[in-house]
C-alpha cells in the first residue's frame, strides 16, 4: 500500500472526526432548532449524521489497514483486518455514502426547503454541509478506484445493506409515532401513499448503489475473477 494512499485514508478519518465534533458541539442552531434535539436523540436521528459515523469508522479501519493488513484480492491472503474493511466497504460504506449525496444534492436541487431550508445558512457552515453530504459519495468513488476490495455474495452484500435500511426507516417511523415530528421536512409534506412510495424508491436506491459499486469494482479491478486466484 503507497505512503499516499495511507494519507488519503488518514486524511479523511481526520475531516470525518472534526466534522463530527463541529456538528455535535459546535454548532450554535436557533431556538426552535435546539428543540428538536431532545427528539431521536438529537443528531442521531439523521441518516446523514449515521453516515459521518460510518464514513469515519471506515477510513479508520482502512489506515490501520494500510499499517498492518494487507491489500490483496486473492483471499488467502488477506490479512483479517482486510477482510473487516472490505466487508464494511463494499455494504453500508459504499452504498451509504453514494446516497447520502445523491439524494440530499438532488432534493436540495428539486426544492431545498424538503432538505435543508435556507435558514440554516446562518448557523451551519458551508464547508460541514459539504462534510456531511458532498465528500461522503466523492470518497468512497476515490476508495473505489483507488484501492481494490472483495465484494460478498451479492445476496449477502444486499441483505446487509436492507437490513441497515429497514433499522434506520424504524428508528425515523419510531421518531414520528413518539413525537408527530418526520425527521425530514419532506416526509411531513406527503400523503401515508406518498411516505411509502418516497421511502421505497430510496430504499431502491441505496441498493442500486451497492449494485453500481460492486459493476466498478469488478471492471476496475477484476472482482470475482482474482478472488479465486
Known amino acids: 500500500m503507497s505512503i499516499l494512499t495511507a494519507l488519503f485514508h488518514l486524511g479523511l478519518a481526520v475531516h470525518y472526526g472534526y466534522g ?8 450554535d442552531p436557533p431556538e426552535d432548532i435546539k428543540k428538536l434535539k431532545t427528539i431521536g436523540l438529537g443528531q442521531f436521528k439523521y441518516l446523514t449524521f449515521w453516515d459521518m459515523l460510518l464514513q469515519f469508522s471506515y477510513f479508520t479501519l482502512a489506515f490501520v489497514n494500510d499499517v498492518v493488513g494487507s491489500n490483496t484480492l486473492v483471499i488467502k491472503k488477506q490479512s483479517t483486518v482486510q477482510k473487516i474493511r472490505d466487508f464494511f466497504f463494499s455494504t453500508v460504506a459504499l452504498a451509504i455514502g453514494t446516497f447520502v449525496t445523491i439524494s440530499f444534492w438532488g432534493l436540495y436541487n428539486v426544492d431545498r426547503r424538503l432538505i435543508f431550508p435556507e435558514s440554516f445558512d446562518s448557523w451551519f457552515p458551508y ?4 462534510n456531511v ?4 459519495g466523492l470518497g468512497v468513488l476515490a476508495e473505489l478506484y483507488l484501492v481494490p ?11 446487509v445493506v436492507a437490513i441497515f435500511c429497514l433499522l434506520y426507516l424504524s428508528w425515523v417511523c419510531l ?6 415530528h418526520w425527521v425530514y421536512p419532506v416526509l411531513a409534506h406527503l400523503s401515508v401513499p406518498g ?12 441498493s442500486l448503489m451497492y449494485l453500481v459499486g460492486e459493476a466498478l469494482n469488478s471492471r476496475m479491478w477484476g472482482g470475482r475473477r482474482q478472488k479465486t486466484q
Open 20 to 27: 463530527i465534533k463541529v456538528y455535535l458541539y459546535d454548532l
Open 149 to 159: 476490495h472483495s465484494f460478498p455474495r451479492r445476496k449477502t452484500g444486499l441483505s
Open 127 to 130: 464547508w460541514l454541509n459539504h
Open 133 to 136: 453530504h458532498t465528500t461522503p
Open 175 to 180: 421518531i414520528a409515532y413518539q413525537s408527530g
Open 195 to 206: 411516505r411509502v412510495l418516497f421511502i421505497s424508491s430510496m430504499s431502491t436506491l441505496i
